[in-house]
């Protein structure tokens, strides 16, 4: 799962960014400081931070460069109303990867997004067992060589699956990661939704991987 953290206090814009990029399937988190990103950056690893220049404690370039000489190896995406060439050079200076100015369509974020995420080693943009396949760039599975169709939960809850292979998931473990803090522990939508992945990625097929386990939770079992 690709995690994001948009540092940004124009709170229109930071849930615009996060609004977008969760319906693409992407797990976003936001922060309007540097001090609460401190913090978030702390607990959780980001594989992107999309960064304002303009911050309230400090500037973005300067987090920027505090990150970098912390040792935060991650991408960062710096967003700034500022446009010319000498501010472009400042923020790819200060140790951004890319550098996107105000005001700017989504798709093009979007697609400064992938770009950066695909500089990702091949083994992390993969996760594969036997002949079912699930790109994280791109978003297509596949299964002996047929695409398979999933929604935005379907395709998070199978890459919870995948990354935890012939390990049984417990529901609270499938709740938690896959649906958030909110989920309500008397609902059955996991059920729903295991049995939607189930008909995709097995039902077609002679092998069948997406076991429950009575009373524990479900497990994806290797294919040989």
Not at 7 to 28: H, R, W
Not at 69 to 81: D, E, P, Q, R, V
Request: aromatic share 6%; charged share 30%.
């Amino acid at each position: 799962m690709i995690n994001i953290l948009v540092v940004e206090d124009e709170k229109k814009v930071s849930a615009f960014i996060q609004q977008g990029l969760k319906e693409v399937g992407y797990e976003v988190e936001t922060a309007e400081s540097p001090g609460i990103a401190r913090e978030l950056i702390r607990s959780k690893k980001f594989d992107l931070l999309i960064l304002d220049v303009m911050l309230p404690e400090m500037s973005g370039m300067d987090f920027a460069k505090e990150l970098r000489a912390n040792g935060h190896n991650g991408f960062i995406l710096m967003l700034t109303a500022l446009s010319t060439t000498k501010d472009k050079i400042q923020g790819l200076d200060s140790g951004a990867d890319d550098y996107l100015a105000k005001p700017f369509e989504f798709e093009e974020l979007l697609a400064r997004v992938r770009a950066l995420i695909r500089r990702k080693s091949d083994d992390k943009a993969q996760l594969r067992n036997g002949d079912l396949i699930m790109d994280l760039i791109t978003r297509n599975v596949t299964r002996d060589g047929i695409r398979i169709e999933l929604t935005t939960k379907e395709f998070s809850l199978l890459e919870f699956l995948m990354r935890n292979q012939e390990k049984v998931m417990d529901r609270s473990a499938i709740a938690r990661q896959v649906w958030g803090a909110d989920f309500d522990p008397d609902s059955n939508v996991i059920d729903v939704y295991i049995n939607h992945l189930r008909k995709k990625i097995d039902s077609p097929y002679p092998k069948k991987i997406l076991k429950t386990v009575v009373g524990q939770g479900y497990v994806l079992n290797r294919i040989d």
